[in-house]
């Protein structure tokens, strides 16, 4: 069974930075495209970036783009997602998704879920 774990979330002031991992087992990872989403109370889950299986290929939504950078590292199982310059509106539940069939776009597309990791920015 595929599992996904994300951690690195924290409480951090503006400005800060913060490197986000999702280690994925039971399963062969460099198989699946990637991605990272968050979710703020209330609102609905939102892409933040993606990965397919060849690395250089990314995606960022225009909100984190220049802020935020999306990699993996096959030989370790992991997806990172380095967050810097981070704003109060980066406040959310950040989880990592994987599909073994098609490039990461929306959360109605993916087949394995982590459980999230909580990332908090104060002003």
């Known amino acids: 069974q595929v599992q996904l774990v994300e951690s690195g979330g924290g409480l951090v002031r503006a400005g800060a930075s913060l490197r986000l991992s999702c280690v994925v087992s039971?399963?062969?990872?460099?198989?699946?495209?990637m991605g990272w989403f968050r979710q703020a109370p209330g609102k609905e889950p939102e892409l933040v970036a993606a990965i397919g299986w060849n690395p250089v290929n990314t995606v960022y939504e225009s909100f984190v783009a220049g802020r935020f950078t999306i990699s993996r590292d096959n030989a370790k199982s992991t997806m990172y997602l380095q967050m810097n310059s981070l704003k109060p509106e980066d406040t959310a539940v950040y989880y990592c998704?994987?599909?073994?069939?098609?490039?990461?776009?929306?959360?109605?597309?993916?087949?394995?879920w982590g459980k999230g990791t909580l990332v908090t920015v104060s002003s």
């Open positions: 998704g994987a599909d073994r069939d098609e490039e990461v776009r929306t959360a109605a597309a993916v087949d394995y």
């Open positions: 039971g399963d062969t990872f460099s198989e699946y495209a």
